[in-house]
């Protein structure tokens, strides 16, 4: 979607028509419609995503998707959606979704497939729907009635949900909205966000809420697990996810997908892989949901370097998943601490440092064809070992290398 002059704008959009089409009074869908191709989520096969929900599908698990509303009505999302878990104060328009950008999120992670709709990474968990007023709420009346982005964080992190899920995005920070991020956080919960798709216009800027301490920053790689040519960078982005060619709900008439892309879906996937490793492993923290993803993030770079483009690296939550016994650090410490603005305790992980080491100047010759990690798409996003994500900047190979925070 075209960067929006207004400070809140929706992080992805419909690939081939470079927005989102908004009709009214849309349809509540039963299956989809005649003629309409079922979604293709490469991404599953390369996440090897069946093996994983032998261990884990993310039962028990509750995800808030604070977003344009979520539809309950889709076939991949009926019996998803808590809208009983809504707070009270943020119940208007939950599950009226005026973009169907927000149902598309809450599928990602959650959908169960039905219908031909799409299968969410973490088919069990649940969604707990909270609508924001973003740029394309247009309608000056329901504009007023529904919240802003810091109250439905704030009612995200007094409801149940372990995970709070933020694929939208604009340049600046607001105080409010700030403080909402830091009441969230010391409720225990694990913010994700979409670092922006204005890479290959203005690769420069910090998204927010993206770009908040405590928010893990996510940005977009391919099927061969390099980063996209759209995908913001910078001392914000942690960690990268599936988010070329992710298809989403082409409008709000819920009848048929686009082939699509954003650091909107690689937001939605990581918070799904966030829930599969939670509900194989209940007690733990967020910092040690965290920290495991980190550790196992793959990467050809040396992790006391994080990537400015993919952060610590590509999620490969199996590789915690079929490892029970697996060690995720101390429960209180951030393994992101020096990023969050330092800590009393060192983190488990190392931290990136103050600048990268690819050339500012060259940021925006990264693309989703310049280059890739060498072996396969199962290879990049599930097998161990080292990985290579680079990238073919002025005649020589950089590795891709990580900043952090997200939006968009």
């Given at each position: 979607?075209?960067?929006?002059?207004s400070?809140?704008?929706v992080?992805t959009a419909?690939?081939?028509?470079?927005?989102?089409?908004?009709v009214?009074?849309?349809l509540a869908?039963?299956a989809l419609?005649?003629?309409?191709a079922?979604?293709?989520?490469?991404?599953?096969?390369?996440?090897q995503?069946p093996?994983m929900?032998?261990v884990s599908s993310?039962?028990?698990?509750k995800?808030?998707v604070?977003?344009?509303?979520v539809?309950?009505d889709?076939?991949?999302l009926?019996?998803?959606?808590l809208t009983?878990?809504?707070?009270k104060?943020?119940?208007?328009?939950a599950?009226k979704d005026y973009?169907?950008?927000g149902?598309t999120m809450?599928e990602l992670i959650a959908?169960?497939?039905?219908?031909?709709?799409l299968?969410?990474?973490a088919?069990d968990?649940?969604?707990?729907p909270?609508r924001?007023?973003?740029d394309t709420?247009?309608?000056?009346?329901?504009k007023?009635?529904?919240?802003s982005?810091?109250?439905?964080i704030?009612a995200?992190?007094?409801s149940?949900?372990?995970?709070?899920n933020?694929?939208?995005?604009g340049?600046?920070?607001?105080?409010e909205?700030?403080?909402?991020?830091?009441?969230a956080i010391?409720?225990g919960?694990?913010?994700?966000?979409s670092?922006?798709?204005?890479?290959?216009?203005?690769?420069?800027?910090?998204?927010?809420?993206?770009?908040?301490?405590?928010v893990?920053g996510?940005?977009?790689?391919?099927?061969?697990g390099?980063v996209?040519?759209?995908s913001q960078s910078?001392d914000y982005?942690d960690l990268?996810?599936?988010g070329?060619n992710?298809?989403?709900w082409?409008d709000?008439?819920?009848?048929?997908?686009c082939d699509?892309?954003?650091t909107?879906?690689a937001?939605?996937?990581a918070?799904a892989?966030?829930?599969l490793i939670?509900s194989?492993?209940?007690?733990?923290?967020?910092?040690?949901?965290?920290?495991?993803?980190i550790?196992?993030a793959?990467?050809s770079?040396?992790?006391?370097t994080?990537s400015?483009?993919l952060g610590?690296?590509?999620i490969?939550?199996?590789?915690?998943l079929?490892k029970?016994d697996i060690n995720?650090?101390?429960a209180?410490?951030?393994?992101?601490?020096k990023?969050?603005g330092g800590s009393?305790?060192?983190?488990?992980?190392p931290?990136?440092?103050?600048s990268s080491?690819?050339?500012k100047?060259?940021?925006?010759?990264?693309?989703e064809?310049?280059?890739?990690?060498g072996?396969g798409n199962?290879?990049?996003w599930a097998?161990?070992g080292?990985v290579a994500g680079l990238?073919?900047?002025?005649?020589?190979v950089f590795?891709l290398?990580?900043?952090?925070r997200?939006?968009t």
């Amino acid at each position: 979607m075209a960067r929006a002059t207004s400070r809140r704008r929706v992080a992805t959009a419909c690939a081939a028509l470079g927005a989102w089409v908004v009709v009214a009074g849309g349809l509540a869908p039963h299956a989809l419609a005649d003629g309409a191709a079922a979604p293709n989520q490469w991404y599953l096969a390369a996440m090897q995503a069946p093996e994983m929900w032998k261990v884990s599908s993310g039962r028990g698990i509750k995800v808030a998707v604070v977003d344009t509303g979520v539809n309950p009505d889709t076939p991949s999302l009926k019996g998803q959606v808590l809208t009983q878990d809504v707070p009270k104060s943020a119940a208007y328009g939950a599950t009226k979704d005026y973009l169907g950008h927000g149902t598309t999120m809450a599928e990602l992670i959650a959908g169960t497939g039905n219908g031909g709709g799409l299968k969410g990474l973490a088919p069990d968990a649940k969604i707990i729907p909270l609508r924001i007023y973003l740029d394309t709420l247009k309608d000056p009346a329901e504009k007023k009635l529904t919240q802003s982005s810091a109250a439905g964080i704030r009612a995200a992190a007094d409801s149940d949900a372990k995970i709070i899920n933020l694929s939208y995005g604009g340049a600046g920070s607001k105080p409010e909205e700030a403080d909402a991020v830091k009441y969230a956080i010391s409720k225990g919960k694990l913010l994700f966000a979409s670092v922006g798709n204005d890479g290959a216009t203005n690769d420069f800027y910090r998204d927010f809420p993206a770009a908040y301490p405590g928010v893990v920053g996510v940005s977009a790689a391919d099927e061969k697990g390099t980063v996209t040519h759209f995908s913001q960078s910078g001392d914000y982005v942690d960690l990268a996810s599936p988010g070329l060619n992710v298809p989403t709900w082409c409008d709000t008439s819920f009848q048929k997908y686009c082939d699509s892309r954003g650091t909107s879906q690689a937001s939605a996937i990581a918070s799904a892989s966030a829930a599969l490793i939670w509900s194989a492993h209940p007690t733990w923290t967020a910092d040690q949901v965290l920290r495991t993803m980190i550790d196992t993030a793959g990467r050809s770079w040396d992790k006391n370097t994080p990537s400015k483009y993919l952060g610590y690296g590509l999620i490969r939550p199996r590789l915690v998943l079929e490892k029970a016994d697996i060690n995720p650090g101390p429960a209180d410490v951030d393994p992101l601490s020096k990023e969050n603005g330092g800590s009393s305790a060192p983190p488990a992980t190392p931290a990136a440092p103050s600048s990268s080491p690819v050339p500012k100047g060259e940021a925006v010759a990264k693309g989703e064809d310049k280059g890739n990690g060498g072996g396969g798409n199962t290879q990049l996003w599930a097998v161990g070992g080292v990985v290579a994500g680079l990238v073919v900047i002025g005649g020589g190979v950089f590795a891709l290398i990580r900043t952090r925070r997200r939006a968009t």
